[in-house]
């Protein structure tokens, strides 16, 4: 986990910024208006809480900026030294002094003019006030102007820089310029570091990561160190030496043999013995790099001889950490990052001795007892002497012994690539000889597997006995159509049968149809010609009534009157009393209904007419329903439109009174 996050800090605004902001807060979030006639109190209330919520804005924001920035006494002495190389400790702790000097400041001016204008005495000595606190702040403000800018580009930088974690496992990568130490970070992590064939291509610390062993490990690249004096010595190079100072790392000294780098190999063991001072209590390998072009043995004399001291050197960090003095394979390795050759054994080596070394110094700690403490490792102790092999029944035994897997028999013919294994072999089947018979999928152009079902002959039979089921059921059912085997008396009762079952469906049919569905002329229902006006005309006069004018009433109602000249019928007061029949009419509506119609009717809207698309009056009513709806906002709206003459309001009331926008100071 990293433990120092930079890339979260606020920006830290300019000198003018900074007062327009607090003091647009100020003019946004506190009351604006006051009147000459309030009380002397209200108006002190007034502008004391604008300079108090002023003083407590500007304390806000450079407190977060003090707050936020790291302090360099508190923080990893890696970062400390960090920070003091790249910006100047002095400096920087200036630029957050002046800030902390500009909130006391800020802070002691609000106190003594909210003082003062308690006894402010008019509108005009406390408005007074107000500005000149207001001022001074700002003021103030303006002075540390060039140290909030110093800030802002120290953020600025401190948000790029890697998120590095000093106490996590770390290989630190140093050497001279140009002898592939950024060739070596992008073979082994995912990092993308530049790299040129010329010298100081890295100018700063760059971060990688890669896994070992289930563990993570950062891979940390520095830029090249020139053998010079300490005080000689430029930022980028400072970066590397205070990585390798602070930094509980293995360290992996990348040593150029071909030369090609543009520093021989005298330059750089004079570089090592300046800096080996730094690699104490580290696990420190030479890696001799770039033998694609020189061999190690191919080297010169002297340059070999060079190349043992720094090997000797780097044996005395062995037994510094308790290691054997004969094991010298893991300080000095070989490798060449053209061709990867032995990249991942430079990378394993360093991973192992510092996990090593890590294990070591947590043993050794006082950390570790109180750990152990927690811990009880139970051992079984023997209780005879008596041999106890383990006990496998011999039928396991003899099929584990027998059995051959798919991976074995596919060693035994001939390995991967060869050995197709079977996926019929498992089948079950009556026959063991059909499962490597080949099944045709298309055969006389229908697919095959649309046929097979292995219970077509027992479904077959089902479905002949069920034919046998049906056709005896069948001859049963006969003796409702064949006559020939019923008498006379038999088929006229079938028939009546048959004739009042289709009248029941009839009927059925009549009243499950709605009113819109049902036909307007129904005669198809009375073919028989049952009911007619001399069938009425019997019926009443058994009952003992007239039936002319109700036969008349109802051939004028009749459709049927197209040759005949129209009547007006009588109305309830010109009726002969005793000889009319007595119709009662209780409502308007029941007489304008028993009146003859003398004229065409009117259609309702919702009748269907052919030809208009709709299933029924029902559809047709809501449809109408539905025109009517959308009609109704758009008459709401017609009353004012484009062409109409209009004046619009020529000093809105939302844009002529208030507070002034955000962001207009030329008034302040």
């Known amino acids: 986990m990293v433990q120092y996050n930079f890339k979260k800090m606020t920006v830290v605004p300019n000198g003018k910024d900074f007062i327009d902001i607090i003091l647009s807060r100020t003019q946004r979030q506190t009351p604006t208006v006051v009147h000459k006639g309030c009380a002397i109190s209200l108006l002190r209330s007034f502008y004391m809480r604008k300079v108090k919520y002023t003083q407590q804005n500007f304390h806000e924001k450079l407190s977060t900026i003090i707050d936020e920035f790291p302090r360099l006494d508190d923080i990893h002495p890696f970062y400390g030294d960090l920070l003091h190389v790249l910006y100047n400790k002095d400096h920087y702790k200036l630029a957050l002094g002046q800030i902390n000097t500009a909130r006391n400041l800020i802070g002691k001016i609000s106190k003594d003019y909210v003082k003062l204008l308690k006894y402010g005495d008019s509108l005009y000595r406390c408005k007074c006030l107000k500005v000149a606190a207001l001022g001074r702040m700002c003021t103030v403000?303006?002075?540390?102007?060039?140290?909030?800018?110093?800030?802002?580009?120290?953020?600025?930088?401190?948000?790029?820089?890697?998120?590095?974690?000093?106490?996590?496992?770390?290989?630190?990568?140093?050497?001279?310029?140009?002898?592939?130490?950024?060739?070596?970070?992008?073979?082994?992590?995912?990092?993308?570091?530049?790299?040129?064939?010329?010298?100081?291509?890295?100018?700063?610390?760059?971060?990688?990561?890669?896994?070992?062993?289930?563990?993570?490990?950062?891979?940390?690249?520095?830029?090249?160190?020139?053998?010079?004096?300490?005080?000689?010595?430029?930022?980028?190079?400072?970066?590397?030496?205070?990585?390798?100072?602070?930094l509980r790392a293995a360290v992996l000294f990348f040593l150029d043999i071909s030369g090609s780098c543009g520093y021989s190999i005298a330059q750089q063991a004079a570089l090592f013995h300046s800096i080996k001072s730094l690699f104490m209590n580290k696990p420190l390998i030479i890696v001799c790099n770039k033998t694609d072009l020189q061999p190690l043995d191919g080297i010169a004399e002297?340059?070999?001889?060079?190349?043992?001291?720094?090997?000797?050197?780097?044996?005395?960090?062995?037994?510094?950490?308790?290691?054997?003095?004969?094991?010298?394979?893991?300080?000095?390795?070989?490798?060449?990052?053209?061709?990867?050759?032995?990249?991942?054994?430079?990378?394993?080596?360093?991973?192992?001795?510092?996990?090593?070394?890590?294990?070591?110094?947590?043993?050794?700690s006082k950390k570790i007892n109180v750990c152990l403490n927690r811990f009880h490792v139970a051992m079984p102790k023997p209780r005879d002497n008596k041999e106890r092999p383990p006990c496998i029944p011999p039928k396991q035994a003899a099929e584990k012994e027998k059995r051959n897997t798919e991976k074995d028999l596919e060693n035994d013919n001939g390995g991967a690539g060869v050995y197709s294994a079977s996926l019929k072999k498992n089948y079950i089947l009556a026959n063991h000889e059909w499962k490597e018979d080949v099944m045709p999928e298309i055969l006389d152009g229908h697919n095959i597997?649309?046929?097979?079902?292995?219970?077509?002959?027992?479904?077959?039979?089902?479905?002949?006995?069920?034919?046998?089921?049906?056709?005896?059921?069948?001859?049963?059912?006969?003796?409702?159509?064949?006559?020939?085997?019923?008498?006379?008396?038999?088929?006229?009762?079938?028939?009546?049968?048959?004739?009042?079952?289709?009248?029941?469906?009839?009927?059925?049919?009549?009243?499950?149809?709605?009113?819109?569905?049902?036909?307007?002329?129904?005669?198809?229902?009375?073919?028989?010609?049952?009911?007619?006006?001399?069938?009425?005309?019997?019926?009443?006069?058994?009952?003992?009534?007239?039936?002319?004018?109700?036969?008349?009433?109802?051939?004028?109602?009749?459709?049927?009157?197209?040759?005949?000249?129209?009547?007006?019928?009588?109305?309830?007061?010109?009726?002969?009393?005793?000889?009319?029949?007595?119709?009662?009419?209780?409502?308007?509506?029941?007489r304008m209904l028993s009146r003859s119609r003398s004229r065409s009717r009117s259609r309702p809207t919702t009748e269907v007419v052919p030809g208009e698309g709709f299933k029924d009056s029902a559809q047709k009513a809501k449809a109408l329903q539905k025109a009517n709806k959308s009609n109704k906002m758009r008459n709401k709206n017609a009353r004012r439109g484009e062409a109409d003459r209009v004046i619009p309001t020529l000093k809105p009331k939302h844009l002529f009174s208030g507070k002034r926008s955000i962001g207009k100071t030329q008034r302040r």
Not at 331 to 342: A, D, I, N, P, W
Not at 482 to 496: F, I, R
């Open 302 to 364: 002297e340059d070999k001889k060079l190349v043992t001291e720094m090997k000797a050197e780097a044996m005395k960090t062995v037994i510094g950490q308790g290691g054997e003095a004969t094991n010298d394979e893991e300080v000095l390795l070989t490798m060449s990052t053209l061709t990867e050759e032995g990249v991942i054994t430079v990378k394993n080596s360093a991973c192992e001795r510092l996990l090593n070394q890590r294990v070591e110094l947590k043993m050794k």
């Open 449 to 590: 597997y649309d046929f097979v079902d292995p219970d077509i002959l027992h479904r077959l039979a089902e479905l002949e006995r069920e034919e046998g089921y049906r056709q005896a059921d069948e001859g049963d059912d006969n003796f409702e159509t064949e006559g020939l085997e019923l008498t006379p008396e038999e088929q006229k009762t079938l028939s009546e049968i048959r004739k009042k079952k289709s009248l029941l469906i009839q009927q059925h049919r009549i009243k499950k149809s709605t009113a819109e569905s049902r036909p307007t002329v129904p005669r198809k229902f009375d073919k028989d010609r049952e009911f007619t006006t001399k069938r009425m005309g019997r019926q009443l006069s058994k009952l003992g009534l007239d039936p002319t004018k109700a036969i008349n009433r109802a051939r004028s109602r009749s459709v049927s009157t197209r040759g005949r000249k129209r009547e007006r019928s009588l109305d309830r007061d010109d009726t002969d009393g005793g000889d009319a029949m007595d119709v009662d009419t209780p409502n308007k509506k029941q």
């Open 141 to 246: 403000i303006k002075r540390i102007g060039p140290s909030l800018a110093y800030l802002e580009q120290i953020r600025q930088h401190m948000a790029r820089l890697p998120s590095i974690d000093p106490n996590t496992r770390t290989i630190l990568i140093c050497g001279y310029p140009n002898v592939g130490k950024s060739s070596f970070i992008n073979k082994i992590t995912r990092a993308d570091v530049d790299v040129q064939p010329y010298a100081f291509t890295t100018k700063s610390l760059f971060v990688g990561h890669t896994d070992y062993k289930y563990l993570r490990y950062q891979v940390i690249d520095t830029p090249g160190i020139l053998d010079r004096p300490f005080e000689d010595r430029n930022i980028i190079e400072m970066c590397s030496i205070t990585a390798l100072a602070h």
